[in-house]
């Protein structure tokens, strides 16, 4: 009885107060089309990627561990949804948002979160392009990266040492 009772808890918590409230929309929010970039390096693997600032941004990696609100700068803008990112096309749809990062000024990363209504939404994070190769500050809360793209440099750059 009494583990039916902590998973009701567990339930509830997920379903209304454990859910992450990152800020509004900023009134001059970027409708952030995307693009591909294709690695022939990795079986022709594609990448979503999108500008900001005059920098190209493509996936690097997930949630580790927690982030929490106050390391959430602002909402600069949301993934407009085309034919190729959703199987339901609606282009006034703004609930995949991009924010920066108050660790990060420079923005080297950007995080990618899909405020909609489902359960244990993870945000993504992904990193400059011109950043590739360089030894920057990774924030605590950004996991070792996940993609082939990035991995290779880690190595390269573990060779180079």
Not at 61 to 84: A, M, P, R
């Amino acid at each position: 009885m009494k583990k039916k009772i902590i998973l009701i808890i567990i339930m509830i918590l997920i379903m209304t107060g454990c859910s992450k409230k990152y800020p509004e929309l900023e009134k001059d929010a970027i409708g952030f089309e995307t693009n591909s970039y294709i690695d022939e390096l990795d079986d022709n693997a594609s990448y979503l990627t999108f500008e900001y600032e005059d920098r190209t941004y493509m996936p690097y990696s997930s949630l580790k561990g927690t982030i929490h609100k106050k390391d959430v700068d602002k909402c600069i803008g949301y993934i407009i949804q085309d034919e190729n990112s959703s199987s339901i096309v609606d282009i006034n749809n703004k609930d995949t948002r991009v924010y920066t990062l108050t660790i990060d000024p420079e923005h080297n990363f950007l995080m990618v979160y899909y405020i909609g209504t489902t359960l244990m939404n993870q945000p993504d994070f992904f990193r400059a392009t011109d950043t590739k190769g360089k030894n920057i500050k990774i924030p605590e809360f950004i996991d070792d990266t996940n993609y082939n793209y990035w991995k290779r440099i880690s190595i390269e750059e573990k060779t180079k040492e």
